[in-house]
Nanobody
Framework: QVQLVESGGGLVQAGGSLRLSCAAS????????MAWLRQALGKEREFVAA????????YYADSVKGRFTISRDNAKNTVYLHLNSLKPEDTAVYYC?????????????????WGQGTQVTVSS
């Protein structure tokens, strides 16, 4: 059974930091582009960041550029998202996702695998 399991979410004050992890199991995701997307209450799911197969390229939404960092450890089949300088508007459920190519990264419907999500809440 293929699974993506996120962890590391929580409640943090504005300006604080968190590290999210996404552990994959059931198959190797070495050949997949890994990404994080988020969905705030009442809003559509949106792209946050993505990383290519061998970490040669990273992509970020303008709203998180310079504050968030995506990384991956293929030996551990795990992808991370470091969230720094958090703002209340970063509050959302954060999802890990995987897809086979680097195209259409901003389209949630183009991802093949999803985790269950982890809640990040930033208080002001």
């Amino acid at each position: 059974q293929v699974q993506l399991v996120e962890s590391g979410g929580g409640l943090v004050q504005a300006g604080g930091s968190l590290r999210l992890s996404c552990a994959a199991s059931g198959r190797t995701f070495v050949n997949d582009v890994m990404a994080w997307l988020r969905q705030a209450l009442g809003k559509e799911r949106e792209f946050v960041a993505a990383i290519s197969r061998y970490s040669t390229a990273t992509y970020y939404a303008d709203s998180v550029k310079g504050r968030f960092t995506i990384s991956r450890d293929n030996a551990k089949n795990t992808v991370y998202l470091h969230l720094n300088s958090l703002k209340p508007e970063d509050t959302a459920v954060y999802y890990c996702a995987a897809k086979g190519s680097e195209s259409d990264l901003h389209s949630p419907g183009r991802y093949d695998y999803w985790g269950q999500g982890t809640q990040v809440t930033v208080s002001s």
